[in-house]
């Protein structure tokens, strides 16, 4: 009779292990990009080009969220990895994953700038990124009129967030340089 209890006794403590870890696998944060994404933002190192691969990324999930064909997207480098599937999740998932990978990119041009604040990368990366934003803020604010969702609401929030001060400082750069040279017709 005394087998019984410990047998019980186990068998939960054995549920209760199975469902913590469960629990703590359910808490760990999603990436926000793929690998495969990873390995061509760690391919690039420069800032202008690792920008265009963050304004890639999102475009491939406003283009699931839209529900859109995804463009092939040529090498530019042999050696550059590919891109990989495509991400996966819900709607608040993948504009999670855009408010994220907004914010990296506000972090990859401030590391570039705190390191060398007269790089020609930095205003460069910052129109490009500013010109991608303005056009995800549109497709935002439009899917902010449509879903009652909260967790798509708040990463709309997150979006509009990292957009706000993206588009600030784009705002403040100077007009770019034009070539001064004249070219015989």
Do not use: C
């Not at 929030?157 to 588009?167: K, S």
């Amino acid at each position: 009779m005394l087998l019984a209890p410990r047998i019980l006794s186990r068998l939960i403590l054995i549920a209760v292990t199975t469902l913590s870890f469960a629990a703590i696998a359910a808490a760990q944060p999603r990436d926000h990009l793929t690998d495969q994404e990873t390995d061509l933002i760690r391919f690039h190192r420069q800032l202008d080009k690792r920008v265009d691969i963050f304004i890639k990324a999102m475009d491939r999930r406003f283009a699931i969220i839209n529900g859109m064909e995804q463009v092939k997207t040529k090498k530019i480098d042999k050696e550059e990895p590919d891109w990989g599937d495509l991400p996966k999740g819900s709607r608040a998932q993948l504009l999670g994953d855009v408010a994220s990978i907004l914010d990296e990119a506000i972090t990859n041009i401030d590391d570039v700038s705190r390191r060398d604040e007269k790089s020609p990368l930095i205003s460069r990366s910052v129109r490009k990124l500013t010109t991608a934003t303005n056009g995800y803020v549109t497709q935002v604010k439009s899917l902010a009129s449509q879903t009652k969702d909260a967790d798509e609401l708040a990463a709309i929030e997150r979006v509009l967030q990292h957009a706000e001060q993206i588009i600030e400082v784009g705002s403040q750069l100077p007009a770019p340089a034009t070539d001064k040279k004249k070219t015989k017709p």
